[in-house]
């Protein structure tokens, strides 16, 4: 069976410092990875999504980069932290054969910035 | 631009009633529509996708309905138990631009079932 993997679970980062959140998938192959962040309140918000191995696309301009450095890895970084970057941040992957595939989300990270 | 609402923001019903959650879209041109639970701190957790040209499914005591002319979906729970009790999230895929791989998410219901 296929899983999803996410960490941290939690992180507290100072602003102004880099970030570096981890998602992998087993089970599967060439997965769709998407990269959302909830914000309190919020509806979940698309970061980023991936096809395939280095092929990134950013659904809003922001403070972030994604990376998929392996078919079943998926990287979110940033360079500089804002305090506007806290929020709850969740990894998902769905089959990339079609778009009537549901979404499976990892557990979560909920990153702080202070 | 795509907008989901979902009323009301929170419920809370006694344990054993059947429910129905209400979730609401602009524009009735998506390719599908899925409902999610997502449990305090947790990430969420798909309970069923409608596709565009389906009316409705069905997953054990879970019933979701799709009228996409009227921009409506409801997800009705029958005889809710206090483990149901969690958020739950619709969300449109919009159209079918292969390269659209975005879900427009409401904000949620927080459903509390009381024993």
């Known amino acids: 069976s296929q899983t999803i993997h996410q960490w941290p679970a939690t992180l507290v980062q100072p602003v102004g410092s880099p970030l570096s959140l981890e998602c992998t998938v087993e089970?599967?192959?060439?997965?769709?990875l998407y990269w959302y962040r909830q914000a309190a309140g919020r509806g979940l918000q698309l970061l980023f999504y991936?096809?395939?191995?280095?092929?990134i696309s950013s659904e809003v301009p922001q403070n972030l980069s994604a990376s998929r450095p392996q078919d079943r890895q998926f990287i979110l970084s940033s360079k500089k932290l804002l305090l506007s970057d806290s929020g709850f941040y969740l990894c998902a992957w769905r089959p990339g054969r079609s778009f009537n595939e549901k979404l499976f989300f990892g557990s979560g990270t909920q990153l702080s910035v202070l | 631009k795509q907008e989901v609402t979902q009323i009301p923001a929170a419920l809370s019903v006694p344990e054993g009633e059947n429910l129905v959650l209400n979730c609401s879209f602009t524009?009735?041109?998506?390719?599908?529509l899925q409902w999610f639970r997502q449990d305090p701190g947790k990430g969420l957790t798909s309970l069923l996708l409608i596709q565009s040209s389906q009316r409705e499914q069905t997953s054990g005591r879970l019933n979701a309905s799709l009228d996409k002319s009227s921009g409506r979906s409801t997800l009705y729970i029958a005889a809710s138990q206090p483990g149901d009790s969690a958020t739950y999230l619709c969300?449109?895929?919009?159209?079918?631009?292969?390269?659209?791989?975005?879900?427009?998410f409401g904000t949620g219901t927080r459903l509390t079932i009381i024993p």
């Open positions: 524009d009735s041109a998506i390719y599908n």
């Open positions: 089970g599967t192959s060439n997965p769709n």
């Open positions: 969300a449109v895929k919009e159209g079918s631009n292969f390269g659209n791989e975005k879900l427009t």
């Open positions: 991936s096809v395939g191995i280095g092929q």
